[in-house]
Nanobody
């Protein structure tokens, strides 16, 4: 059993900040087998894209478009994944999803992630 629930989205002015959270409810099989978690986003009419990823050893990977502005982190004790977003731009507007994978962050294709949350909307104006 794996359940991922995102929160923290909203509407902000350009240059503002948001912090997204992803609360994970998992079983022992997932806890043993999963190696990475990531954040993805999808805007209307566009393909879903990988934003950032973190693996069980805290190795991270970021899309070039968000480097220096977004930071991924996790709190294992709380089973929670975070995405701190600073200096937001209108082009960051999208539905943001957290996801989990048995693979590693060298593969950030959406198809490599088998478990997904329902998404949280981010709108920057």
């Amino acid at each position: 059993h794996v359940q991922l629930v995102e929160s923290g989205g909203g509407s902000v002015q350009a240059g503002g900040s948001l912090r997204l959270s992803c609360a994970a409810s998992v079983d022992t099989y997932y806890s043993y087998s999963s190696n990475s978690m990531g954040w993805f986003r999808q805007a209307p009419g566009k393909e879903r894209e990988g934003v950032t990823c973190i693996d069980r050893n805290l190795n991270t990977r970021y899309a070039d478009s968000v480097k220096g502005r977004f930071t991924i982190s996790k709190d294992n004790a709380k089973n929670t994944l975070y995405l701190q977003m600073n200096s937001l731009k209108p082009e960051d507007s999208a539905m943001y999803y957290c996801a989990a994978s048995f693979g590693y962050c060298n593969n950030m294709a959406p198809g490599a992630f088998g478990y997904w949350g329902q998404g949280t909307q981010v709108t920057v104006s």
